[in-house]
């Protein structure tokens, strides 16, 4: 069982940078792949970035790449989200999520636990 606790979201204005941070429980957290997804209203949950266990390896969707950072610091149990250059389509709870499988995905179903979002908002 992991839980996790996602930090750091607020209200900015475009172009601005914001960095979330989600802490997770349990002495394990280097055996699972983590990713952030966002959900904004009427919308569905969207993958965002992922990172494996080792944090050797990063993936991005295309809307972010390039100006969203994902890391993670295993010795502290915490994944982190750098987010830069931001526009109003980033407005959206921004949850992080474990994985147990072995490779990345991105689809939010092959993540097995959540945390409750923190809520970003880019104002134009």
């Known amino acids: 069982q992991v839980q996790l606790v996602e930090s750091g979201g607020g209200l900015v204005q475009a172009g601005d940078s914001l960095r979330l941070s989600c802490a997770a429980s349990?002495?394990?957290?280097?055996?699972?792949?983590m990713g952030w997804f966002r959900q904004a209203p009427g919308k569905e949950r969207e993958f965002v970035a992922a990172?494996?266990?080792?944090?050797?390896?990063?993936y991005y969707a295309d809307s972010v790449k390039g100006r969203f950072t994902i890391s993670r610091d295993n010795a502290k149990n915490t994944v982190y989200l750098h987010m830069n250059s931001l526009i109003p389509e980033d407005t959206a709870v921004y949850y992080c999520a474990a994985s147990s499988r072995v490779v990345v995905l991105s689809g939010p179903r092959n993540y097995d636990y959540w945390g409750q979002g923190t809520q970003v908002t880019v104002s134009s």
């Open positions: 349990g002495r394990t957290f280097s055996s699972y792949v």
């Open positions: 990172i494996n266990r080792s944090g050797g390896s990063t």
